[in-house]
C-alpha cells in the first residue's frame, strides 16, 4: 500500500512539474524578443511600403488618364466654338500655363485661314514621378483643317506634359509643344 501511495505522489508530482513546463514554455513564446520585434516592425515597414507603392501606381495611372484625356481636348479646337474648350481647362493649370494659353488663344484667333485642329492621342507614358513634379510623354495626331485649303494638314508629334503639385491637386504646367 505504501508503494501504492509514492507510485501516486510521484505520478502527481510528474503532472504538476510537467504542468509548470509547459505554462513556463508558453509565457516565454509570448515575451516578445529583440528579434521577434524587428521581424515584427519589418513587416510592418513592407507592408507600409506596399501600400505607398500601390498609391503611387493609382496616381501614376489617373495622372497617365488625365494627360490623355487633357491633350486630346486642350488640342481640338476650332474658331467655330471660340475656343471655349481651352477656357474649361483653365482649373486645371498652373498660372503661368493659363497665361501661356491665353495667348495662344489670342494668336489663332487673327489667323483668317485657320479653321479648326483635331488632336488625336496616340499614346501616353510616364517618364518621371515623384510627390511633387510628374512628366508624361506624350504621342498625338493632328488634323488641322484650313478655310481656304481642300486637303487637311496632318502632323505626327511627341511631346511632354508637366504636370505640378499644388495645394494637393495636380495642375498641368506646361507642354512642350503648341497645341
Keep these: 500500500m505504501k508503494k501504492n501511495i509514492i507510485v501516486i505522489i510521484l505520478i502527481i508530482i510528474l503532472i504538476i512539474v510537467g504542468i509548470i513546463f509547459m505554462f513556463a514554455s508558453q509565457n516565454e513564446q509570448d515575451i516578445p524578443t529583440d528579434d521577434k520585434i524587428l521581424k515584427q516592425q519589418d513587416i510592418e515597414k513592407q507592408e507600409q511600403e506596399k501600400a505607398k507603392a500601390a498609391q503611387i501606381k493609382i ?12 491633350v486630346q481636348y486642350m488640342g481640338t479646337y476650332s474658331k467655330e466654338n471660340a475656343y471655349q474648350n481651352r477656357e474649361e481647362l483653365l482649373n486645371q493649370m498652373t498660372d503661368s500655363f493659363i497665361k501661356k494659353s491665353l495667348e495662344q488663344i489670342e494668336q489663332n484667333i487673327n489667323q483668317p ?9 496616340l499614346s501616353v507614358e510616364a517618364r518621371r514621378h515623384n510627390n511633387e513634379v510628374a512628366v508624361y510623354s506624350v504621342n498625338v495626331k493632328q488634323t488641322r483643317v484650313f478655310a481656304s485649303v481642300v486637303e487637311d494638314e ?6 511632354e506634359i508637366l504636370w505640378l503639385k499644388q495645394a494637393d491637386k495636380w ?6 509643344f503648341d497645341l
Design 113 to 121: 485661314d485657320f479653321a479648326s485642329l483635331l488632336t488625336s492621342v
Design 171 to 176: 495642375k498641368v504646367n506646361s507642354i512642350d
Design 59 to 70: 496616381i501614376k495611372t489617373d495622372l497617365k488618364n488625365q494627360a490623355r484625356a487633357f
Design 154 to 159: 496632318i502632323e505626327y508629334k511627341t511631346g
